[in-house]
T-cell receptor, first 117, second 111 residues
Framework: GAVVSQHPSRVICKSGTSVKIECRSL??????MFWYRQFPKQSLMLMAT?????????EQGVEKDKFLINHASLTLSTLTVTSAHPEDSSFYIC?????????????FGPGTRLLVL | SQKIEQNSEALNIQEGKTATLTCNYT??????LQWYRQDPGRGPVFLLL?????KEKRKERLKVTFDTTLKQSLFHITASQPADSATYLC??????????FGAGTRLTVKP
């Protein structure tokens, strides 16, 4: 099946620093990628939809200047958490949409655990 | 307000029994519904998709039903095994292929 990777898998940083998370579709091209955030024992919350070559669409309540998304190619999207604070600590998961076969299927990356001290 | 509710936070069953998980939604009109499996610390893995015009879908030991009148989906795992223990998420496909997830049900299958 389709494979999506994320890097890094875990990151610990100091408050005020910026962290970049990469999401790659390894064996298919993804016009659209999605970024989610998940708190313990809670559902995935969609943060933004990233389309290759255009600006990301952010969900209500998500600060676009804090969570910078770049989708420069059909296989790579990045999420940068700028000036991270402890409340940004969470599990960030990306997914890539694979439309081959007519299925509206998203393939998820393994997630990135961010801890801001 | 819009809600997606999965029947319980946790479900414990005995190996060999059928596990039934429920996903109810309010104030959504999804074009399709998906079920995912998520293991601790990992991203979700796609299991099944069922469209609004489909009543039932099967894949090996998995069965999903979709009742748009009741606004409910049922997810069944027959002949359950300890390896089926995981959190199962339902997700509604809304416009533009955006998806909205339930909080998940943590299934534990005891040997």
């Amino acid at each position: 099946g389709a494979v999506v990777s994320q890097h890094p898998s875990r990151v610990i940083c100091k408050s005020g620093t910026s962290v970049k998370i990469e999401c790659r579709s390894l064996d298919f091209q993804a016009t659209t990628m999605f970024w989610y955030r998940q708190f313990p024992k809670q559902s995935l919350m969609l943060m933004a939809t990233s389309n290759e070559g255009s600006k990301a669409t952010y969900e209500q309540g998500v600060e676009k200047d804090k969570f910078l998304i770049n989708h420069a190619s059909l296989t790579l999207s990045t999420l940068t958490v700028t000036s991270a604070h402890p409340e940004d600590s969470s599990f960030y998961i990306c997914s890539a949409e694979n439309l081959s076969g007519g299925q509206e299927t998203q393939y998820f990356g393994p997630g990135t655990r961010l801890l801001v001290l | 307000s819009q809600k997606i509710e999965q029947n319980s936070e946790a479900l414990n069953i005995q190996e060999g029994k059928t596990a039934t998980l429920t996903c109810n939604y309010t104030n959504y009109s999804p074009a399709y519904l998906q079920w995912y499996r998520q293991d601790p610390g990992r991203g979700p893995v796609f299991l099944l998709l069922i469209r609004e015009n489909e009543k039932e879908k099967r894949k090996e030991r998995l069965k999903v039903t979709f009742d748009t009148t009741l606004k409910q989906s049922l997810f069944h795992i027959t002949a359950s095994q300890p390896a089926d223990s995981a959190t199962y998420l339902c997700a509604l496909g809304v416009w533009n292929n955006d998806m909205r997830f339930g909080a998940g049900t943590r299934l534990t299958v005891k040997p």
